[in-house]
């Protein structure tokens, strides 16, 4: 039931740009991104309601493909600060309210 | 302090023993998840509870019980624990409202010996 994430592994030079696919063989009803740098807890990034919705926070945006049952984040000329592991994730309604199920990560490392 | 809190933060177990990681928070979250994180496989969820009183397996359930007997705690308790269990164990936290943003825990790293 976890989403599917590509790439496992990015590295990075300052400045360049990344792209991070979320994808799900079942339909996404939202899809949620976060951020973990090491050591710490993830992080809120943002969450997509609707198909075709596109949403930006600084240079970091994601898009929600909700017939291909895909989302896809965006970091555009990356920083240092960028570095860690990313997360998608999704909710999927059952009995017992809504379970929020995520994929294995992107590790992003940016260099200098 | 007012957030979502994680106890211990570290915790070494022997196999066979029962252990019991605290997770606490503040802002009467209807929703409380926990998850574990392994290297390869992310964000596993365990259990999760939708308030107090409900609750409800998630992807990786066996060898974990849980209880909300309070909307602001949510422990999870390992019965007998096993070394597949070494894990680093994390709390999550959202509003009753669908689709909302979860906060998370620091986590326990918890080590079966």
């Known amino acids: 039931q976890q989403p599917v994430q590509s790439p496992q592994a990015v590295i990075l030079r300052e400045g360049e740009d990344a792209v991070i696919n979320c994808s799900s063989s079942k339909a996404l009803y939202s899809v949620h991104w976060y951020r973990q740098k090491h050591g710490e807890a993830p992080v809120f990034l943002m969450i997509l309601l609707k198909g075709g919705e596109q949403k930006g926070h600084d240079k970091i945006s994601a898009s929600f493909n909700e017939k291909k049952q895909q989302s896809s984040l965006y970091l555009t000329a990356s920083q240092l600060s960028y570095s860690g592991t990313y997360f998608c994730?999704?909710?999927?309604?059952?009995?017992?309210?809504?379970?929020?199920?995520f994929g294995g990560g992107t590790r992003l490392m940016v260099k200098p | 302090d007012a957030g979502i809190t994680q106890s211990p933060r570290y915790k070494i177990t022997e196999t066979g023993r029962q252990v019991t990681l605290m997770c606490h928070q503040t802002?009467?979250?209807?929703?409380m998840f926990w998850y574990r994180q392994d290297l390869g496989h992310g964000l596993r969820l365990i259990y999760y509870?939708?308030?107090?009183?409900?609750?409800d397996k998630g992807e990786v359930p066996d060898g974990y019980v849980v209880s909300r007997s309070k909307t602001e705690n949510f422990p999870l308790t390992l019965e007998s624990a096993t070394r597949s269990q070494t894990s680093v164990y994390f709390c999550?936290?959202?509003?009753?409202?669908?689709?909302?943003?979860?906060?998370f825990g620091q986590g326990t790293r918890l080590t079966v010996v």
């Open positions: 802002w009467s979250h209807s929703y």
């Open positions: 509870s939708a308030a107090a009183d409900i609750t």
């Open positions: 999550a936290s959202r509003t009753g409202g669908l689709n909302t943003e979860a906060f």
């Open positions: 994730g999704t909710e999927i309604p059952n009995n017992a309210g809504n379970m929020l199920t």
